[in-house]
T-cell receptor
């Protein structure tokens, strides 16, 4: 079956670092994606991993371990505008199938 | 602006009504998707079209009927819905350059917030 797990909610302080974990069990694997979704808005693409290791994009980094079925999204120098839901998604081998986790709702406090 | 436009943004309908959701993408993508997003649940894939041909249909009730007249437009026709169908309906598109393509990501519209009374 297809299963992706993430913590439901997290809270962090402005200026801090937060790590959002994602574990997955899918029938195939063709990349792991992280999306950010503000309330009432479209999910927007943050990062992508297909090989093991760390991908860095400014304040955001994402890590993948395929053998462990594990990824994390690291957000540095948190800002209030980073308060949002963060969605972990895996694209399986069958073309267009993207499987999503439940999302992690991050609250950044002053 | 992601290049994917959905209308309407909000919709309230009774259980006996018939309505349609519309999605349009201006990205030249080949695949279009309908996802359902309910509170505290993962995004659920409903339908996928690739080059106007339906390639995924995840056991969605027949009261939801998709239509893809061309690769830029996607509709979701709704009839005799139930209150539990109330959710955010998201449309997305992707390049879909073939199964060997890597890094292809979804581009989402802002969604239609549907309330069924």
């Amino acid at each position: 079956g297809q299963n992706i797990d993430q913590p439901t909610e997290m809270t962090a302080t402005e200026g801090a670092i937060v790590q959002i974990n994602c574990t997955y069990q899918t029938s195939g694997f063709n990349g792991l994606f992280w999306y950010q979704q503000h309330a009432g808005e479209a999910p927007t693409f943050l990062s992508y991993n297909v090989l093991d290791g760390l991908e860095e994009k400014g304040r955001f980094s994402s890590f993948l371990s395929r053998s462990k079925g594990y990824s994390y999204l690291l957000l540095k120098e948190l800002q209030m505008k980073d308060s949002a839901s963060y969605l972990c998604a895996v694209r399986d081998n069958y073309g267009q199938n993207f499987v999503f986790g439940p999302g992690t709702r991050l609250s950044v406090l002053p | 602006e992601t290049g994917v436009t959905q209308t309407p943004r909000h919709l309230v309908m009774g259980m006996t009504n018939k309505k349609s959701l519309k999605c349009e993408q201006h990205l030249g993508h080949n695949a279009m998707y309908w996802y359902k997003q309910s509170a505290k649940k993962p995004l659920e894939l409903m339908f996928v079209y690739s080059l106007e041909e339906r390639v995924e249909n995840n056991s969605v009730p027949s009261r939801f009927s998709p239509e893809c007249p061309n690769s830029s437009h996607l509709f979701l026709h709704l009839h005799t819905l139930q209150p539990e169908d109330s959710a955010l309906y998201l449309c997305a598109s992707s390049p879909d350059r073939g199964q060997g393509a890597v890094g292809e990501k979804l581009f989402f519209g802002s969604g239609t917030q549907l309330s069924v009374l």
